[in-house]
């Protein structure tokens, strides 16, 4: 089985707002929710931190401002074969977005509100959103 290790972030505006990409249906054909948060497979040997700051600034433009807060961590075996563990972060984001339009076709910023109710998004970020959600009541 081949083990890879993704790394994943949900970057929030000083609105409050988080943006996710829309992916392209032409590269990710087979990928259900086209709606997800930026991120990407990490170079071994490079930091986890050190990767997702790169994954950020190729796919949107944007570069994380101060130390990105690890929130989840997930096993995706979705394809026979293979283990994904991916790990989310939250951070802020400064910039200005300048997609990358080979990795994904749209984005947008959404409030937490939005993100509830968002139609089309990846399985595996509204399971992140549902466990936020529980952290965010238990502390009242």
């Known amino acids: 089985m081949e083990l890879q290790v993704g790394v994943k972030v949900l970057l929030k505006r000083s609105d409050g707002k988080y943006l996710l990409v829309k992916r392209s249906r032409k590269k ?27 994954e950020v600034k190729e796919e949107t433009g944007l570069e994380i401002n101060g130390e990105p807060r690890l929130v989840a961590a997930q096993d995706i075996l979705r394809v026979a074969g293979k283990h994904v563990v991916r790990l989310t972060y939250v951070a802020r984001a400064r910039g200005k977005v300048k997609l990358d339009k080979e990795e994904n076709e749209g984005f947008g910023w959404f409030s937490p509100k939005e993100l509830k109710i968002l139609k089309d998004a990846d399985v595996y970020l509204k399971e992140i959103l549902g466990k936020l959600e529980r952290a965010s009541d238990s502390r009242g």
């Not at 930091?47 to 700051?53: A, Y």
């Open 28 to 54: 990710y054909p087979d990928v259900s929710g086209s709606w997800d948060i930026v991120g990407g497979r990490i170079i071994v040997g490079e930091s986890l931190i050190s990767n997702l700051r790169r």
